[in-house]
T-cell receptor, first 112, second 112 residues
Framework: DVKVTQSSRYLVKRTGEKVFLECVQD?????MFWYRQDPGLGLRLIYF???????EKGDIPEGYSVSREKKERFSLILESASTNQTSMYLC???????????FGPGTRLTVT | QKEVEQDPGPLSVPEGAIVSLNCTYS??????FMWYRQYSRKGPELLMY????GNKEDGRFTAQVDKSSKYISLFIRDSQPSDSATYLC????????????FGGGTRLMVKP
């Protein structure tokens, strides 16, 4: 079974803090994705990566950056957290040439 | 107008009912269609994956695609309280492991 794990289930941070969200997958998938999920807006893609050190912007990259130093690990960074970044963050992975994405359990981030 | 539309619900049905969940889309280039199930405070899990038009059955679940109408459906037979979740449709125009376009999800409640 594909296993995608995320570093925290719940996180509370203050405005202006730098926030790191980590995602690890154990199935040797090339592609990794970061989404945020908000009521009424569904899943929105922030960034994705198809290889180590490679990244592509998704629909809403502003205020975020990512890092992929190892194939199995994909980090989402909020350089200076703001209250409008309070959300559920979901990581996913897939094989290079397959659409099926496998999701982690999510991190519910609250910025106060 | 969103590219993929889903009625957010909630859809409430009695145990044992046949459930029909639907998505409409506007981009005729979509060819690959997925259904995900998401329990409260968890990540989405892949349920069904279909290509082009037609039906696909897996146990109590049937996915149906009508490309001429730009309409996809997920049917659940003999629904159970454990089916209570949010169901997300997702689609892509190719099978290259690229970005998926998600619907907003329909919340289903199956009453015992």
């Amino acid at each position: 079974d594909v296993k995608v794990t995320q570093s925290s289930r719940y996180l509370v941070k203050r405005t202006g803090e730098k926030v790191f969200l980590e995602c690890v997958q154990d199935m040797d998938h090339e592609n990794m994705f970061w989404y945020r999920q908000d009521p009424g807006l569904g899943l929105r893609l922030i960034y994705f990566s198809y290889d180590v050190k490679m990244k592509e912007k998704g629909d809403i990259p502003e205020g975020y950056s990512v890092s992929r130093e190892k194939k199995e690990r994909f980090s989402l960074i909020l350089e200076s957290a703001s209250t409008n970044q309070t959300s559920m963050y979901l990581c996913a992975s897939s094989l290079l040439d397959r659409n099926e994405q496998y999701f982690g359990p999510g991190t519910r981030l609250t910025v106060t | 107008q969103k590219e993929v539309e889903q009625d957010p619900g909630p859809l409430s049905v009695p145990e044992g009912a046949i459930v029909s969940l639907n998505c409409t889309y506007s981009n005729s280039a979509f060819q690959y269609f997925m259904w995900y199930r998401q329990y409260s405070r968890k990540g989405p899990e892949l349920l069904m994956y279909t290509y082009s038009s037609g039906n696909k059955e897996d146990g109590r679940f049937t996915a149906q695609v009508d490309k001429s109408s730009k309409y996809i459906s997920l049917f659940i037979r003999d629904s159970q309280p454990s089916d209570s979740a949010t169901y997300l449709c997702a689609m892509s125009h190719n099978n290259a492991g690229n970005m998926l376009t998600f619907g907003g999800g329909t919340r289903l409640m199956v009453k015992p």
